[in-house]
């Protein structure tokens, strides 16, 4: 019913920046998307929370990504953003995004197939 598809991922420079984008195909009747979020997953450790935001486009962040990346969403392209700036090497990781979707049934959640950064020299 939804299909979340991420892009932006990449090679970076430590410093540099990267912008992800998530896109929400909808393919049924849903009520609403709802809470949306960013994780991420490093090689060989576990899935993390990153950021989320509301349909109200109240925000959440990280200890480790507060006041480098910035959350946002336009509701009326079904798409959510990352702005990563300052990037370190330890943000390195496949990136994906999530959202929770109400129907008048049910709610579930829907990820995205993720995108990998990379930030090295």
């Known amino acids: 019913q939804v299909r979340l598809v991420g892009s932006g991922g990449g090679l970076v420079q430590p410093g540099g920046s990267l912008r992800l984008s998530c896109a929400a195909s909808v393919f049924g009747d849903i009520l609403s998307i709802n809470q949306m979020a960013w994780y991420r997953q490093a090689p060989g450790k576990q899935r993390e929370l990153v950021a989320t935001i509301t349909p109200s486009e109240r925000t959440n962040y990280a200890d480790s990504v507060k006041g480098r990346f910035a959350i946002s969403r336009d509701n009326a392209k079904n798409t959510m953003y990352l702005q990563m700036n300052s990037l370190k090497p330890e943000d390195t990781s496949v990136y994906y995004c999530?959202?929770?979707?109400?129907?008048?049934?049910?709610?579930?959640?829907?990820w995205g197939q993720g995108t990998l950064v990379t930030v090295s020299e």
């Open positions: 999530n959202a929770a979707i109400a129907t008048a049934i049910t709610t579930f959640a829907v």
